[in-house]
């Protein structure tokens, strides 16, 4: 079974970036899609984008214009470019296939705050 592994999260300042990865350990393209998940304290997991094997991204409304997602199939690996970061995007950042499996990684934090 691929196994999926998050990295990149950090602290950063409000109107910050961060750059997550997302390391495959088999191909990516075994799944139709593969997205970016987050999930914030007390709240549930949220789809945050996602991008298929054509190629086609989706982005959820809160950050549409923000985030840019996108892979490297050479490397089997996912990206999440995160821009002009907001305290609301503090949480757990996942990746997983859309829809998603049953088994989760660990997942990356990401905090924004001054």
């Known amino acids: 079974q691929v196994q999926l592994v998050e990295s990149g999260g950090g602290l950063v300042q409000p109107g910050g970036s961060l750059r997550l990865s997302c390391a495959a350990s088999?191909?990516?393209?075994?799944?139709?899609?593969m997205g970016w998940y987050r999930q914030a304290p007390g709240k549930q997991r949220e789809l945050v984008a996602f991008?298929?094997?054509?190629?086609?991204?989706n982005y959820a409304d809160s950050v549409k214009g923000r985030f840019t997602i996108s892979r490297d199939s050479a490397k089997n690996t996912v990206y999440l470019q995160m821009n002009s970061l907001k305290p609301e995007d503090t949480a757990v950042y996942y990746c997983?296939?859309?829809?998603?499996?049953?088994?989760w990684g660990q997942g990356t934090q990401v905090t924004v705050s001054s």
């Open positions: 997983n296939s859309n829809p998603p499996r049953s088994l």
């Open positions: 088999g191909s990516i393209f075994s799944f139709y899609a």
């Open positions: 991008i298929t094997n054509g190629g086609y991204t």
